[in-house]
């Protein structure tokens, strides 16, 4: 069984840094180190947090650093 609470966890720290105007290589630099993290942790809704985020191809870039792609991609 996987770890579900790091949907909570990236996506606060995703919005928190959209909220702060963060560029698009910090978003990418951050999330990609975190995103790494949160897998470690044994992450298993990575998906649900990346469907909040196609919009934005800097957290779409971090999540494909992780193998981690939208199903229409």
């Known amino acids: 069984m996987g770890w579900g609470s790091g949907y909570e966890v ?3 720290v ?3 840094l959209i909220k702060a105007g963060a560029t698009d ?3 990418e630099s951050v999330l990609t180190d ?3 993290s949160l897998q470690a942790e044994d ?3 990575e ?3 990346l469907q909040d985020y196609l919009d934005d191809p800097a957290i779409v870039r971090a999540f494909a650093a992780h193998d981690v792609h939208w199903p229409d991609e």
Do not use: P, Y
């Open 47 to 49: 998906l649900d947090s």
């Open 43 to 45: 992450w298993d809704t």
């Open 14 to 16: 995703a919005d928190g």
């Open 34 to 36: 975190l995103i790494g």
């Open 25 to 27: 290589e910090v978003k």
């Open 10 to 12: 990236f996506n606060r």
